[in-house]
Structures are given as structure tokens and as C-alpha cells.
């Protein structure tokens, strides 16, 4: 899964502008040359949230 995909998947992006942010985003990666390591952290820090953010809907959900 990419980096816009899970951003969707936690529902980061303003409903009213989400293209604006999208595109804000893109000129930060871009802008700086990130290795390798540094994108794997990243998606590791986004993995991670993707995981908590899906135990919390359950635990919410059943807690009904």
C-alpha cells in the first residue's frame, strides 16, 4: 500500500480539499532527496498507525 493510500485509509485528508493536501505532501518528499532508511521508517511510523487505528475501530465497535 502507498503512502496516499493509507493516508486515505486513516482518513488524514480534509474533505474539502484533499488534491491541496495531497499535493503539499508530494512537495515535501520530493523536495528532499530521502534515502532509503528514512522512507522505511516512515512507512514503518505509517504501518504502525494503520495497525493502532484498526485495533482502536474494533475495540470501539465492540465495546457497543
Do not use: C
Amino acid at each position: 500500500m502507498r503512502l496516499k493510500e493509507y493516508l486515505e485509509l486513516i482518513e488524514f485528508f480534509n474533505e474539502q480539499n484533499p488534491d491541496y493536501i495531497w499535493h503539499e505532501i508530494r512537495q515535501v518528499i520530493e523536495t528532499k532527496k530521502i534515502t532509503s532508511r528514512e522512507a522505511e521508517l516512515l512507512l514503518s511510523i505509517i504501518g504502525k498507525s494503520i495497525i493502532r487505528y484498526t485495533h482502536l475501530l474494533k475495540t470501539a465497535k465492540n465495546n457497543r
